[in-house]
């Protein structure tokens, strides 16, 4: 729910009201990549602040953004196109975060691949690309392209000069696709809006967390799940 107003959250929340954000709101995403533009701006003001921290390793926010457009620059350079799949079969990892918004930057769709059901998906899907964590093991019979990447430092061997993002296309435009868990048969794909993102920064975030901006956030749920890849991204 995006709407004007959330009343109550949980078990007796106080009532909040969801905090604008520029370059998010209807009509303004067609013109604009929001989540990319927010990080951007966090990158701007604070550069060396944590984005992620991974095994000891902090990733700032300007290295964060820095990635995303190195790793944009050479899905365009294997001929990904806007509205092209491209499936990331990786561990939770600062690589998965962003090979997905950098498949996002391009106006691709990122599919999000768990590991117990990758033939199936990765057959349903039909992704233009696969990026695959190096090192993991993680074989399957996927006869289309593969890129390995390294899930600590996933641009270590790219180009941080790479072409500027381009913008992505929001509306009812597919931005990324969720599996289900295939508890009641094959797994489902899921199409989501690119602008879903920006939900839980209009609502969960300000009507939640408060003002969470020196606070640090265990990322516990999977993400192949909702929770995990919408929110917790």
Not at 40 to 59: C, D, F, M, W
Not at 102 to 130: K, M, N, T, Y
Not at 132 to 153: C, N
Request: net charge neutral.
């Amino acid at each position: 729910w995006a709407g004007p107003n959330v009343a109550q959250y949980g078990h007796g929340s106080p009532a909040a009201t969801p905090v604008p954000i520029k370059g998010c709101v209807k009509g303004e995403f067609m013109d604009s990549n929001c989540v990319l533009s927010i990080l951007e701006g966090h990158a701007e003001r604070h550069p060396s602040k944590a984005a992620l921290i991974y095994e000891g390793r902090r990733v700032s926010y300007d290295r964060l953004v820095r990635d995303i457009r190195a790793l944009a620059g050479e899905l365009l350079r294997r001929d990904v196109a806007p509205g092209d799949r491209v499936a990331l079969l990786l561990p939770d990892s600062p690589a998965l975060v962003t090979w997905f918004l950098a498949a996002q930057a391009v106006g691709a769709v990122a599919v999000r691949v768990s590991l117990a059901d990758r033939e199936f998906i990765l057959h349903d899907a039909g992704p233009r690309l696969l990026v695959l964590g190096a090192g993991r093991g993680h074989d399957t019979s996927w006869p289309g392209p593969v890129l390995e990447t390294d899930p600590g430092e996933p641009a270590s061997r790219m180009d941080e000069a790479s072409a500027p993002l381009i913008n992505a296309a929001g509306g009812n435009n597919s931005g990324f696709m969720l599996y289900t868990s295939g508890s009641t048969g094959r797994p489902k794909g899921v199409p989501q809006a690119g602008d879903v993102l920006a939900v839980p920064l209009r609502t969960f975030a300000p009507c939640v967390l408060g003002d969470a901006s020196g606070d640090i956030f265990l990322s516990s749920s999977k993400m192949p799940f909702a929770y995990g890849l919408g929110v917790q991204i």
